[in-house]
């Protein structure tokens, strides 16, 4: 092996061992930065050892072999350590392998833990539990890179100066911590599927990292609805990527896709999911209805043949449990869709005074719809005018412009 | 990215059944890359094989060599990882457990 094919093997050993890795550390030393410190001095020495001597057979107990005698070297080197000395003697006699679920689903708690501000529990989690390099994360959020170092060590250093406890929540706290970990893995989505900035409307990377996070999670947190209604939903979200952007990059919208593009294997395995939600019991969640909302586009043939009525019914479910101008708006569609046009619009004016809505480009750009849908093209310019002032994505603004322009046409008359 | 991995076996000549700490370690295995997110779906193949293959708008099926056994002699997995190098060190431990023989990895692109 050449070096650069060497080092190309151990990066693909260290994103899937790292995240198991570091997890187990963190069980030893109970400090998180520690315990990224002693799994990167682990790799360092995997780039210097494995070119000569090959990937070991098992590469994952060589790194935390490694790992754990860099943590006696540093414990007689650093006398603050002391402490832990014993710590560390008593829980390395623990079975390899039995606790690494444990762990991990542990790792993923304290990475999103409360204390930290969402942005940070989204680098964190995108660096310890996704296997991404800094640069990796500054890139696909479009920030500088010492943004987000700066970032991942403040937010390790607030982890260890407030002591936050590795362990898995119980009783009326695990929901509570439960959803922050679902929103970290949302939000690195979202990111990925709905760019808010920049030219690219996906940056594909960030949705397969957070699917693959939910995918974990799901096997560690099986009994969790809502991890599954998670899944369930960017599964059904992510099945519609290619069929979200036409040949020259434009965004496709739900209603125009090529329902032929839309991946199967990806939807069969998010209403395998969302089942697997329901038949946990009790009444959906947020994450569970979005989900099944997805899911009534998903088994629709032609955008014909949605079912408005249950959509409506769904978002009726979904404003009760967590009220918003941004679901009422996203309900207004759906009434427009199964009841008309003027129904939804008189939702949407209903909200449209709404201080959260006040720069949410979807409100001016929903309102063009329904009136242009009513005739009053006129009215529909200004709106899908005012809503491209107010995206960042390029892309959407494109489109806005567009619809804009056709209104425009339409309102001459001929 | 998504790879195919898949391995079809030699159907021309009869080969050992896989003795059933195989099986289970392959199973292992298959729930080691479940677990990991990067499994989006797997399957068996079967020892018989179908050509359809078209000459010059000729077509011609030729089906074959069949052997006596009934086994799964191949699979594939369907796999989204990073990087073709994760999808090679995933092969590699997948070969590790079956042993000698030949595992294929292949880039998937959406249609």
Redesign the interface.
Known sequence: MTDPDAHRAIDAVWRIESPKLIAGLTRIVRDVGLAEDLAQDALVAALEQWPESGVPAKPGAWLMATAKHRAIDRLRRDERLERKHQEIGREMEVQEGQQDGDDLLRLMFISCHPILAPEARVALTLRLLASLTTEEIARAFLVPVSTIAQRIVRAKRTLTEARVPFDVPTGPELDARLSSVLQVIYLVFNEGYSATAGDDLLRVGLCEDALRLGRVLAGLAPKEPEVHGLVALMEIQASRSRARVGPSGEMVLLLDQDRGRWDQLLIRRGLASLERAEQLGGALGPYGLQAAIAACHARARTAAETDWARIVALYDALAEITPSAVIELNRAVAVAMAFGPAAGLELVDAIASEPSLRTYHFLPSVRGDLLAKLGRHDEARAEFERAASLTQNARERELLLDRAAASSREDTPS | ?RFLLYTTGDNTQPSAPPTPQMIEEVGKFTDET?????L??TGGLGPSTTRVRNTGGKLAVTDGPFTETKELIGGFA?I????R??A???AKRFR?IVGDGDSLIQEVF??
């Open positions: 990215m479940r677990r990991a997110g990067i989006l779906a369907l989204e990882v990073k990087s190098e994760e090679i060190e995933w590790k959406g249609g």
